[in-house]
């Protein structure tokens, strides 16, 4: 069977699992857990659990910010069709479930950075080129491990209600991080330290030293080495360790995906910010002037 299929059931068969579609006891395909589960479109409606979604928080933020730029009140159809782009690129993240780069999983944080800065930079590239779609694409690859970041780290923990200042921004460093020999959970996922930290995946490529007790991301698939688990992917006991949390670590999340968005405004002329975000032929209220990318 492909890994897309043996992900689509395994996600299919956990979410409905909860939502008492199937028996109770029925076994999940062993599949690795999802962080933010990236679309749960496919389950029937209502969903009673309350889960935020790499979807659900890339869809709110990029049309927030169509609002705030463009003065739209609702996306038009190619708005709608940029923004889908964008959630495609942030979901397709999750087929990697090696790289603790992409998550910020493992106390990753610098090879987080310098995957986040990567996709900026070509982001940045492929508007200066005129290459919508490409940097759509960047965009969305980006995005994954910064909202990521609130679901797997413990910044939340640490009190922070707002997003990390340097996470995504040139030159600056994440931190401080706990060393790799410093004790950071007790078993349990009870946090003993005040740096920064995130949880160990079994599988992955980052594997704590034993000297150390370090967080495990946590959950019912992970099996890797470590003490605890502060993974806050989903709004329920047996799937996150730190549920209490989920609300908190997406709206978070949401904060950091419009600040990047912000921060890439910034960055380039306003013809580029409107092909990134399918407003580059026309925008704002009935009415408003077209844009056109100058000759």
Known sequence: MRDSQRKRRWRTALCATLIG?????????????????????FVPSPIPLGVQTHRSITEHAVTQALGSYFGVAEPTPRMRAAIEEIVAADKAVDDDQVSSDKHFDGENFDGGQRFVLANRA????????????????????ALHPIQDFYAHSNWVELGNRGPDPDLGVPGRVIGPVAGILENTCTLGGILI?????????????????????KCRHGGPLDSGPGSGGISKDFPVSILSPHPGLHQ???QVAEQAT???????????????????LGADLTFGPAGASRSTRPA
């Not at 200066?128 to 969305?140: C, P």
């Not at 740096?195 to 030293?209: C, I, M, N, Q």
């Open 193 to 213: 330290t005040t740096k920064l930290t995130s949880g160990y995946y079994g599988g992955e490529d980052r594997v704590p030293l034993v000297l150390a007790s």
């Open 248 to 250: 908190v670590a997406a």
């Open 122 to 141: 070509a982001l940045l590239a492929a508007l200066t080129a005129g290459d919508g779609a490409a940097a759509r694409g960047r965009l969305g690859t």
């Open 21 to 41: 579609l199937v028996p109770a006891q029925v076994a999940l395909p062993a599949e690795p857990a999802q962080a933010f589960a990236p679309d749960l479109s």
């Open 258 to 276: 419009r600040k990047f968005l912000d921060e890439i405004r910034a960055a380039v002329p306003a013809w580029q910010s409107q092909l990134l």
